[in-house]
């Protein structure tokens, strides 16, 4: 099998998450030179995937459904792609390998998982294995992993596995105890609540937020670390400057349950030095640092340098690294003023305008006007947030549509004895918990037309949760439900 129909060959990476339809083996990713091509049973050859780290799962979903392809060619190993192995997909990734010896490590450690981690490592250079002090790991929706999924984990479980560091876990696709109100469908709940049982099993934390940096999953500066989620690996890279690549769901769970990650890409420094300047002639506020994280994230997969950011928060970090994950292969950038007259050189140098940001936000909008629901929350609304949304919906209540943000189950206790959560509530806004809006099915609940102020939203929304999208301001989406 090395030629003639039985291969298929393209030069364009492919986002395993959406851009392939797991139950025909059919590639459906838009603008694909290979839309429509099938899998099964083919060897296809690719650059890399792109897109969401809980694209791995398609790997199982194509195994159960015998759609899978015989074997995956990477020109260039990537985090997502590599789990396809423990399903049985051979992967082979070209160019050089180095070898990495298991013997002197802890003998009770599970050995399949250690092949893999040899194997993931070799295939990106790594000549060793080293501790991580946690994991983050995503792939908890049912909407996401499906059955295939809930074998993979019960498969571990059965064999006694547990996580060796702290690991806490992405967002579920519901709310774990409002999924009534929810409009969440029974058997997805029922679902929903076996998935976290076995992470539970599992040693894993259900904190199930994409935001563990808020609630105790905080590394030091240096620190290697496991991360899947691709907006908190950004984030963990560039803003706590914790070390960690942009690891698929499996794989950081291999990951907590040896306490070992291979030694290559963000965890060694010279890869984490900027390679790209972005100069801003614009100045971004709210909302738009995601517009111009997706537009970087289109442009590079490189660590980019940018210049000109100013006025920004932990929120406006947080969004443009998800947005850069998202639209692209984001896993670090650089935002400290550098010293002027310095001599850094950079392989190539960008310009982010007006037109850039006009252009961005008009690529993810399709329509304007009133939407069936407006969502926030994407990464999960932090305090600070709430407090600004709290102070814009002084004096309004959001009337014909609906509105939710979605946020980490641990500020529960904050926002109820504050008072903020029933404010909002009153105001007619929902706040879910343990959930978001990408991972929820927004599509069987009945939604149509979503507007949000994330960029990362906007476009997970179009393609995961068939949503017609449109993007604006914080400010303007309070006006839009309100007026
Ligand atoms: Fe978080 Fe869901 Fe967005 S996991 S980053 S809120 S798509």
Known sequence: MTGGKNLLVSKKPISWLDGVNPYTGEITQEN????????????????????????????????????????????KPDA???????????????????????????????????????????????????????????????????????????????????????????PAGMDLERYREQGVPVKFAEKQLEIINLYMKLGVIPTCTCTPYLVGNCPLSGANVSWAESSAVVYANSVLKAKTNQEGGIKSLVSALTGLTPNYGMHIDINRKPRVKVTLKVKTKG?????????????????????????????????????????????????????????????????????????????????????????????????????????????????????????????EPYLKRSGLKGKLERAG???????????????EIGYRETATDSAKAAKYLKTLSKQEVFIDSLENLVETATK
């Open 287 to 411: 909302y738009e640092f995601g517009l111009l994280g997706f537009w970087i994230g289109k442009q590079t997969s490189k660590p980019v340098y940018i210049d000109g950011l100013v006025n920004f928060n932990q929120d406006d970090l947080k969004c443009l690294g998800a947005a850069g994950a998202a639209s692209g292969k984001m896993e670090i950038f650089h935002y400290e003023r550098r010293e002027k007259g310095g001599k850094e050189k950079f392989e190539e140098n960008l310009v982010f305008s007006g037109h850039e940001l006009m252009e961005t936000k008009e690529e993810l909008s399709d329509f304007s006007g009133k939407p069936d629901l407006i969502v926030l929350g994407c990464p999960h609304f932090s305090l600070k947030q709430f407090l600004h949304l709290a102070k814009l919906m002084e004096n309004r209540r959001v009337k014909k549509c609906d509105f939710h943000v979605y946020t980490s189950r641990a500020y």
């Open 429 to 443: 806004v929902k706040v879910f918990y343990d959930t978001c809006m990408v991972v929820s099915p927004l599509e």
């Open 32 to 75: 694909h030179d290979l839309k429509g091509a099938n899998l099964k049973g083919k060897i296809i050859r690719i650059p890399y995937s792109i897109g969401s780290t809980v694209g791995s799962y398609t790997f199982l979903k194509l195994k159960m459904t015998g759609k899978a392809p015989y074997k995956i060619i990477l020109e």
């Open 80 to 170: 997502i792609t590599m789990p396809a192995v423990l399903t049985g997909i051979k992967v082979e990734v070209l160019g050089k390998k180095t070898s990495i010896t298991l013997e002197n490590l802890e003998e009770t450690l599970p050995k399949p998982l250690l092949k893999y981690l040899k194997l993931d490592g070799e295939s990106n250079g790594a000549t060793k294995l080293i501790p991580i002090s946690s994991a983050h790991v995503s792939g908890v929706s049912y909407k996401t992993i499906g059955d295939a999924g809930i074998k993979f984990l019960e498969d571990l479980v059965e064999k006694k596995y547990r996580a060796r560091v702290l690991t806490t876990l992405n």
